[in-house]
């Protein structure tokens, strides 16, 4: 498909540089009313979601935690700025470099005086494959030290980063280190807002994905098949799976609690929508035409014009729905992207 299709023009001034406070007070557009080709949709707060899930469903999160995968350092005298976005070993790391022109590899990049890595390949687009000085649990603890918290390149301060950042761009889910981008849906979570669901009857289990930084870059191909996803790992446990055959069996609904839910449980999905314990890597790309084996419902944020994710939400809505729904959030005032609002879709099979 053209690219093209899935563009649109956001005011610079929707793009959120902060998160709601509290979480839960950030706004929902709920697009589950209407049938297809319907273009109807609810203005709520997220504190509402409890209220329009049903008893016997089950909430999907994933509880990969945000690593500080911004490093900053020196080859010689030249100042090299890298973002980590895929774990390939102990001490290894795929990562994209700034300036990356005149890296080779055998050049050793330094950190600090704890923390050096050496370039041992050099890929397209200014990735590179690092080893660190450091592996394992203490490579985790240098880059606690010395890393800072991933923000995306649209969200522009002017007094740069926060120091709120660091807890303001992890879930409540966050568990398992080696995200180096917040699954954002997941950011409007809190405890109480947890426990209405649970209240409701609404049932929790949680997947992993750790998201990479290949989800910041822009789709450059004119057409979609040209697009080169790159790959990110995931797991989904034993009893995760149980939980969404028991509920698929007593005829609950399936929520996705954002893009990076979905691809897991898309990746990990047979024909015939069961799901089974899975775990690898997973470069599904989705984008309208696909039909979706595992999912009925999507909490998602906002996403950039021409994007990956917003081909995804309009492959499970309906493009034409979302790009309607997309103008309705602008003009309503909707914030947008990372730390925006959310909405809640329903899927559409094609």
């Known amino acids: 498909m053209r690219v093209d299709l899935f563009d649109y023009t956001l005011p610079e001034e929707r793009i959120a540089r902060f998160p709601a406070r509290p979480r839960e007070s950030a706004r929902l557009l709920d697009l589950t009313g209407g049938g297809p080709g319907e273009h109807r949709w609810a203005d709520r707060v997220v504190r509402d979601?409890?209220?329009?899930?049903?008893p016997g469903d089950l909430l999907l999160s994933n509880d990969t935690r945000v690593i500080p995968a911004r490093l900053r350092g020196r080859r010689g005298e030249a100042g090299v700025e890298v973002t980590l976005h895929k774990r390939e070993g102990e001490s290894i790391w795929r990562a994209f470099a700034r300036p990356a022109k005149k890296l080779r590899p055998g050049d050793r990049i330094v950190f600090a005086d704890d923390l050096a890595a050496d370039v041992t390949a050099k890929g397209e687009a200014g990735e590179v494959t690092l080893r660190f000085s450091q592996a394992g649990p203490a490579l985790m603890a240098a880059l606690e030290a010395h890393g800072t918290m991933p923000l995306p390149p649209y969200i522009k301060r002017g007094a740069g980063e926060s120091e709120s950042d660091a807890e303001d761009y992890q879930t409540v889910f966050a568990a398992r280190d080696g995200a180096v981008a917040a699954p954002t849906a997941g950011l409007h979570f809190t405890p109480a807002l947890l426990d209405a669901v649970e209240a409701r009857g609404v049932r929790r289990a949680l997947v992993t994905l750790h998201v990479g930084a290949g989800t910041f870059l822009p789709v450059k191909a004119e057409?979609?098949?040209?697009?080169?996803?790159?790959?990110?790992?995931?797991?989904?446990?034993?009893e995760t799976a149980r939980a969404i055959a028991e509920t698929r069996a007593a005829g609950?609904?399936?929520?996705?609690?954002?893009?990076?839910?979905?691809?897991?449980?898309?990746?990990?999905?047979r024909n015939d929508g069961?799901?089974?314990?899975?775990?690898?890597?997973?470069?599904?790309?989705?984008?309208p035409g696909y039909r979706f084996k595992a999912v009925d419902l999507l909490l998602t944020n906002f996403h950039l014009p021409k994007s990956t994710l917003l081909m995804l939400v309009s492959a499970f809505a309906g493009r034409e729905r979302i790009l309607a729904a997309y103008a309705h959030a602008i003009a309503q005032g909707y914030r947008f992207f990372s730390y925006g609002d959310a909405c809640l879709l329903e899927r559409t099979d094609p």
């Open 252 to 269: 609950g609904r399936i929520v996705a609690t954002g893009t990076t839910t979905m691809r897991v449980l898309e990746a990990a999905a």
């Open 274 to 287: 069961t799901v089974p314990a899975w775990s690898g890597d997973t470069d599904l790309f989705i984008t």
């Open 223 to 238: 057409d979609t098949d040209d697009h080169v996803m790159h790959s990110e790992w995931g797991e989904i446990s034993p």
């Open 49 to 54: 979601l409890p209220d329009v899930l049903r």
